[in-house]
């Protein structure tokens, strides 16, 4: 079952929130939140942010076990 969480508008450019994406493509949720956490670039805490409302979608509506997501797929686009 995929869980989505968007976030527009955000004052950082794609490019730089590109690189901080593409490190946690593929992870398991509480390796990217450590990942995002140590990260020091602007971005990671917006991306954090979403990821955490995307795991909180997931175990409050759809009553999914926080240790078994992932990171299936995440990507930015300019809006």
């Known amino acids: 079952m995929k869980v989505k969480a968007v976030a527009s508008q955000i004052p950082v450019t794609p490019r730089k929130v590109c690189l901080v994406v593409d490190l946690i493509r593929g992870q398991k949720i509480k390796?990217?939140?450590a990942i995002l956490t140590l990260n020091?670039?602007?971005a990671a805490p917006i991306v954090l942010k979403l990821l955490k409302s995307a795991v909180a979608n997931a175990v409050n509506n759809f009553n999914l076990n926080k240790d078994?997501?992932?990171?299936?797929?995440i990507f930015?686009?300019?809006s």
Do not use: F, I, R, T
């Open 31 to 33: 390796e990217a939140e």
């Open 40 to 42: 020091s670039k602007s």
């Open 68 to 73: 078994d997501l992932y990171v299936e797929e």
């Open 76 to 78: 930015v686009n300019e």
